[in-house]
């Protein structure tokens, strides 16, 4: 099992930015890939960045160049520094980490989420 809890959300005016921090317990030493997605109003959740155990990254189109995910496995954390920020960043961000294959699965985990408002 994987417990993750998010942080670092909040209000900020476009052009701005923001931190957030996703900390892993639990059995945190088997995550594989782990990263963030986001959902707004309406819309259904989409894959923001993710990180691998070996540091290789994958970005949605709609944040390359302004968003940077890492990665502290002493930590057990991930970040993502998110810069430029515009309103139609504005969603529910969620820690989601990824484990295995045991005996060809994966699990999957989520945290709650962090709320992330841009205005204009």
């Known amino acids: 099992q994987v417990q993750l809890r998010e942080s670092g959300g909040g209000l900020v005016q476009a052009g701005g930015s923001l931190r957030l921090s996703c900390a892993a317990s639990?059995?945190?030493?088997?995550?594989?890939?782990i990263g963030w997605y986001r959902q707004a109003p309406g819309k259904q959740r989409e894959l923001v960045a993710v990180?691998?155990?070996?540091?290789?990254?994958n970005y949605a189109d709609s944040v390359k160049g302004r968003f940077t995910i890492s990665r502290d496995n002493v930590k057990n954390m991930v970040y993502l520094q998110m810069n430029t920020l515009k309103p139609e960043d504005t969603a529910a961000y969620y820690c989601?980490?990824?484990?295995?294959?045991?005996?060809?699965?994966?699990?999957?985990?989520w945290g709650q989420g962090t709320q992330v408002i841009v205005s204009s």
């Open positions: 989601k980490a990824r484990t295995g294959p045991v005996s060809g699965l994966y699990y999957d985990y």
């Open positions: 639990g059995s945190a030493f088997s995550i594989n890939v």
């Open positions: 990180i691998s155990s070996g540091g290789n990254t």
